[in-house]
Structures are given as structure tokens and as C-alpha cells.
């Protein structure tokens, strides 16, 4: 499925929302009130916002993005810095990455969401779910880093290394290593500091909605005792395990995964 795609802006930075046929187009536009109506989210439904992680891009989640489209609205971004997008003028923390999404969404008139993020991307979900709790009615944590037991470089490159040689397959270890050429080594390495940094479960504390913490089998990277911890961090978490899978198990197992995430919104969905 070809998806469509259109620039994206907010606070001065320039990212791309895609999404498919059967999804409303965002609106265009600079940054709008937070009050704006919900136009792009299709009657009210909240929608599916995809978010990856660092150095890549929207394409290794395309495969969970066509599977999730077939049920709600759903949309994929690429973030500044990433995927061809204009690079910033200077390091972006997490916080700058979550208010760029909470507001270049409401720009787009995307004011009810389910924000799954991948790796890094599931620390921008967290900001940005921080950012616009009132908007962010689910959140999903695939693959989600950095685990207690890789605080540094060398531990968390090894881990990403093991993940690709034994856990993935040919075309997720190239979607994700060609996207690394694609953003480049300099902003690579002027954002991998701030992804170290980040304290996740810290930060994970302070999400008020419903979180769903979701890893592959033999993923290398986020591994089964960190998950858990960051499910048993919120009142309302929970744990989901993919069979056979590694850290890309969206790609892998789109079906599978959009299954899990399907089941968790169903589940913890608001009554009104």
C-alpha cells in the first residue's frame, strides 16, 4: 500500500506525516489552538499515530501501519533531523520531540490518538503524551529503551548488534541500516546522547493513560525483566510478549503485534 505523505511543521521544525487511502488527510498549516476540532481522526474515533525511533524512519513500521489502517485512522511520522527531514539547528532533547508531535498533530487537527512508539520512539510517545495528556488517549511502547542494563554506548551498540545478527531478518536489518545512511552519522550521534540519557520509567510515571508495553520474544535490546518494570510502572499497564520475534517484531509480526494493540485499546478504552 503507497502511503501519502506531506510535510510537517511545528516550534520552528520541519517532519512528514504519511498515511494510506482509507485515512481522512491531515489538515495543513502552522501550529493551531489545542482546542481544535478532531477533523482528522475520522468521527471522533481516536487514531493510530506511529512514531520510530532514532536513526530511522517510517518504513519499518509500514507493514504494522497497513495492518492497523484497516480498522482505525492511521498515520506514521518521520521527525526532524530523520529520514531526509530538514536537520535541526541544534541537539533536540526528548521533551523538544514530544511537544514538536503534540503540536504538529493538533496543526493537522489529530486531537484523539493511540501513540505507538518504537525504541526512541517510545520515549518521544511518552513526551508527547506528556505534552497533550487530554489528546493521548492510549499509549504503546514497542521494543521500548534504554534498558537498566545497557546505560552505555558500548552495551546498548552490542545489544542492537546481537539483536540483528540472531533475532531479525534481512529486510528489517535493511530498512533500518539503510535509514541510518539516510539520516547520516552527525545527527546519529548528536541525538544518541539524549536517547542515553533519558531516564524512561522515571518519566513513564507521570502518563496518566492507559500503557501497554510490548516486546518480541528475542529481542536483544528491550529485554523481558525492563519490559515488565515498565508495565508494572503505571496503574494501568500491561505486558505483551511477541513469539518469535526480535526488536523490529513490528516488522516481523505486524499482524501479530496489531493483534496485541487492537486487544489492549478495546480493553482500556474510556466508557462514556
Known sequence: MKLQSQALHARGLTGRILWSGGTPAPRGGEPAAASVAATGS?????????????????????????????????????????????????????????AFIAEALAACGITSYILVGHSMGAQFAIEAALAAPERAEQLVLMGPVVDSRYRNVRRQSL?????????????????????????????????LPVMMAYRTEERLRAVAAPVLVLRGE???????????????????GRFVEIPGAGHVAQHLRPDAVASAIRHFVTATARRT
Not at 529486510?171 to 533500518?176: E, F, H, I, L, P
Open 42 to 98: 475520522g468521527e471522533g474515533q481516536a487514531a493510530y499515530v506511529l512514531i520510530h525511533g532514532i536513526g530511522v524512519s517510517h518504513r519499518y513500521l509500514a507493514r504494522l501501519h497497513v495492518v492497523l489502517s484497516a480498522s482505525a485512522p492511521t498515520y506514521s511520522l518521520d521527525l526532524p533531523g530523520f529520514a531526509g527531514t530538514p536537520k535541526p539547528e541544534r541537539q533536540l532533547s526528548v521533551v523538544d520531540y514530544g
Open 218 to 236: 528475542r529481542d536483544h535490546v528491550a529485554g523481558p525483566g525492563w519490559s515488565r518494570h515498565l508495565a508494572e510502572a503505571v496503574p494501568q
Open 159 to 191: 545489544a542492537l548488534f546481537l539483536d540483528a545478527l540472531l533475532a531479525e531478518t534481512p529486510s528489517s536489518n535493511w530498512a533500518v541500516f539503510t535509514d541510518y545512511l539516510r539520516c547520516g552519522p552527525r545527527w546519529y550521534f548528536t541525538e
